[in-house]
């Protein structure tokens, strides 16, 4: 088996961080977006993968991922030359894939407890397609699964109005070699009405034709940090879960740890208090300051004078003398945010937010 992991769209419910940030690059608890799906795919037992790419995406993407030996995999890099959708991600993977069944893990999706099951089964079994479904409260905005009354899967609609129960379809999609059919021929499936190839396409295009697609149902953890609360969120929760306590610097004078921690390579932290659990990168500068629970602070930053908490902090952003308490955030790299003492200052981009 193989898997396709994609790093384009437009990242719009990121915006306007994703105006010069590619969403999968963005980290939560100091580590890429994407590198947890890489990671869920390479303990799977998976070891080929294509990275699929916009136009203008392939540099910045092998900088960040190299060639997956890291992992332990073999990266393939392929190029989605328009945003066409889902489908169109593995469509432009077929010669990738040459005949293999394979599974595609999107980029910004975290499967926190795994997908050997899945992978095992499918291939066991060696259905056409295999669908994930997990509970979800707000299934309307994604895709949900219908059955027969003998629980067969029938059909699978994106974004229903009124669904009938409160399972949705993640980013984890299992197929055969068979699926690239359905884009060849009289009856090939047609972009929507927005001009994109649905995912749920191919898989309605199997079941018409008799195949079978099989429905398991994800019973681990599964994070979808696609918009802001939602990023935040998932920081909270693989700090919380995941984060393993290390310290890579010499704590200075009259400094206060408490909780996980997990401290970088050549830190300077002086006079501070640090509430757990907090990461903090390689070269970060804390003086004077308390750190509160869930801030995951990148590398090269510099927190001085002031509190900060429940964030997540790109590289080299710079926060002092601000007097009351920043939380529930996310800032973009080389930001700045100081106080000159006598008045609010901004420089602000377009579609920003700001509350004070």
């Known amino acids: 088996m193989k898997a396709i992991i994609p790093t384009g769209g437009r990242g719009t419910r990121m915006r ?10 963005i980290p939560i608890a100091n580590k890429p977006l994407i590198f947890y799906p890489i990671e869920t795919i390479a303990n799977s037992g998976i ?3 294509a990275i699929t790419y916009n136009a203008d995406g392939l540099e910045e993407a092998q900088k960040v991922l190299g060639d997956g030996s890291r992992w332990g995999v073999k990266f393939t890099y392929v190029l989605q030359e328009e945003p066409l959708g889902l489908a169109n991600i593995f469509q432009v993977c077929e010669e990738f894939v040459g005949g293999d069944c394979f599974v595609l893990h999107l980029g910004d999706n975290i499967f926190v407890d795994g997908i050997k099951e899945f992978v095992a089964h499918f291939e066991k079994t060696q259905p056409d397609g295999l669908v994930a479904m997990v509970h979800h409260q707000e299934n309307t905005r994604l895709g949900v699964p219908y059955f027969d009354k003998d629980g067969r899967l029938i059909k699978y609609v994106e974004k229903p109005e009124n669904p009938p129960h409160d399972f949705a379809i993640p980013g984890l999609y299992f197929f055969s070699a068979n699926v690239f059919d359905c ?12 001009g994109e190839y649905e995912i749920s396409a191919p898989y309605q295009w199997l079941i018409d034709k008799g195949r079978r697609v099989d429905v398991l149902e994800y019973k681990g953890v599964w994070l979808d940090p696609g918009k802001f609360d939602d990023w935040i969120a998932a ?18 004078p009259g400094v206060s740890i408490n909780g996980k921690v997990t401290i970088g390579k050549n830190c300077k932290i002086e006079n501070s208090q640090i509430n ?3 990461v903090l990168g390689d070269e970060v500068v804390v003086e004077n300051a308390k750190i509160n629970p869930y ?32 939380g529930a955030s996310l800032i973009g790299k080389d930001t700045e945010i100081v106080s000159n003492g006598t008045m609010m200052k901004f420089f602000i981009g377009e579609l920003c937010k700001v509350e004070i």
């Open 235 to 252: 920081n909270r929760f693989i700090l919380d879960e995941k984060l393993q306590e290390k310290r890579e610097s010499e704590i200075g």
């Open 47 to 49: 070891k080929e993968i």
């Open 16 to 25: 306007p961080l994703t105006f010069s940030a590619n969403k999968h690059f």
């Open 183 to 194: 884009f060849k021929g009289e009856k090939a499936i047609k972009p929507s009405e927005r």
């Open 276 to 278: 757990g659990p907090v």
């Open 295 to 326: 801030a995951s602070i990148s590398d090269k930053c510099v927190i001085r004078n002031c509190e900060v908490g429940d964030s997540v902090i790109l590289s080299g952003v710079r926060i002092e003398d601000i007097k009351r308490p920043i």
